[in-house]
């Protein structure tokens, strides 16, 4: 059994259940490797037998059986730079607040290993979307991808933007708005979801396109099938607008065509049977509960 492991800093007393997970993958005589400077910060509270290190350029590859990320949602979409195109199984733990990709509790830790030896999880792909310009944004790099969402917003003004919008070629409307967002089903539960977004199944083969404070309150979230191949085109009274790809963000001249469409890789994550989407949903969103008391 192969793992890596991947994390940022923590807050008070979260550190110990990196040691749990790493006293049960040595119960199973697991082979670990662990992200660099992650390596260096809880090397100051463990000793490290036998681990290797990694970084986004080397270390991992498809002959790893999991990667556990320590952290929040936010830490999960940065693991996913790390995993790529290599097929390895992602499962988040969650140290931060709110998660719907780092569902695993911290107090839960240690089933991470015991229930994936049993075989108590399943594998689910998730799609990400990617972005095509006709030229070289330094902020991105080959890193072009997504899996939550790709955001489209103003820079440098208080006013309005005007995203023109096509889907497979043909025109669909002109969003005047704060920006757009082009969610995977993934990314519904996020940003997405805040400005009036669907959720949607991560299963479902489907983008969400999602006006932020539109002028027009008949500009509703679309949802399109994920083969969608979208074009897009700022207008507004600065030069430049911002363009994200989740935590990664970058400044883009107005005028220029964004391409946005399906990548060609999907991520695996781990659904373990007793963290299950619904489940989450039911937790994060107080779905069911009666609070007119």
């Keep these: 059994m192969k793992v890596a492991i991947y994390g940022q800093s923590f807050i008070g007393n979260d550190i110990t259940c990196v040691g749990e997970l790493l006293d049960e993958l040595e119960k199973v005589n697991a082979k670990i490797a662990i992200e660099s400077d992650f390596a260096e910060f809880i090397s100051q509270n463990f000793t490290l037998k036998k681990t290797k290190t990694f970084t986004q350029e080397q270390g991992l590859d498809s002959s790893f059986d999991m990667f556990v990320s320590f952290g929040g949602d936010g830490t999960m979409l940065r693991a ?71 955001t ?33 089903p993934t990314g519904s539960t996020g940003y997405s979801l805040s400005c009036g977004g669907p959720v949607i199944a991560p299963s479902t083969k489907s983008l969400v396109l999602t006006p932020i404070a ?58 373990y049977k007793s963290e299950s989407f619904l489940k989450t949903l039911r937790n994060k969103l107080l779905w069911g509960e009666d609070k007119r008391n």
């Design 80 to 150: 996913v730079t790390y995993v790529r195109d290599l097929d390895i199984p992602i499962v988040g733990v969650n140290t931060g607040r709110l998660g719907f990709l780092s569902t695993f509790k911290k107090e839960d830790v240690r089933k991470v290993v015991t229930e994936f030896v049993t075989g108590s999880f399943t594998i689910e792909e998730r799609g990400l979307v990617e972005i095509c310009l006709d030229h070289d944004v330094e902020e991105f790099g080959e890193l072009n991808f997504a899996l939550n969402e790709i």
């Design 152 to 184: 489209i917003s103003r820079k440098d003004t208080t006013s309005m933007i005007t995203v023109e919008t096509y889907l497979n070629g043909e025109y669909l409307t002109s969003y005047w708005a704060d920006g757009l967002i082009v969610s995977t």
């Design 214 to 271: 539109p002028h027009n309150l008949n500009a509703r979230p679309f949802v399109i099938p994920d083969d969608t191949e979208i074009r897009l085109k700022v207008y507004g009274r600065e030069e430049n607008h911002l363009v994200s790809l989740d935590s990664r963000i970058a400044t883009i001249p107005n005028e220029k065509e964004i391409v946005v469409k399906k990548s060609d890789f999907t991520i695996k994550m781990i659904e």
